[in-house]
């Protein structure tokens, strides 16, 4: 997966593989639509996107993404779900949660998110009556520790 992409390039495959998976394909005027520019930018995109291989793409047809262009699009949804869930679950609101995910996506590191999708794995697989978790919207709250979490702190 190539990992010189810019950013702008990254949210293109996003919005092919949105396109796409509502509509089985995506044209340059929907893309243009949901990108919020002009139709001449999606196909300079376009056609940079074909040369490194990531989609198909004949002008005055529609666009789909290729086998290694879907590779990146799933792995960047895979990574904005689980930072959307982490956010949350630290008490951010799902509106900011999403927001916040669409841009930290394209700017984590691989190690962290490795790590990041190990812990969430984890906590969606444990007991369901997390306590840590319950402190820590106390904590939240009123700023103070329970008394079971009350060890060191950086305050």
Not at 48 to 71: E, H, W
Request: charged share 30%.
């Amino acid at each position: 997966m190539p990992r010189d992409l810019s950013t702008t390039l990254e949210h293109y495959i996003e919005t092919i593989y949105e396109l796409q998976t509502e509509w089985g394909a995506a044209s340059v005027t929907d893309i243009a639509e949901k990108r919020g520019v002009k139709s001449p930018s999606v196909t300079y995109v376009l056609q940079k996107l074909k040369s490194l291989g990531l989609v198909r793409y004949k002008k005055y047809r529609s666009v789909s993404l290729t086998a290694a262009g879907m590779k990146i699009a799933k792995k960047f949804e895979k990574t904005r779900l689980t930072l959307t869930w982490f956010l949350t679950l630290i008490g951010v609101s799902e509106e900011v949660a999403v927001v916040d995910a669409c841009e930290l996506e394209h700017h984590i590191h691989p190690e962290t998110m490795a790590r990041l999708t190990d812990f969430t794995k984890w906590v969606k697989g444990a007991p369901k009556d997390l306590k840590w978790v319950e402190h820590f919207n106390k904590y939240r709250k009123t700023g103070k520790r329970v008394k079971e979490c009350a060890g060191d702190t950086w305050d």
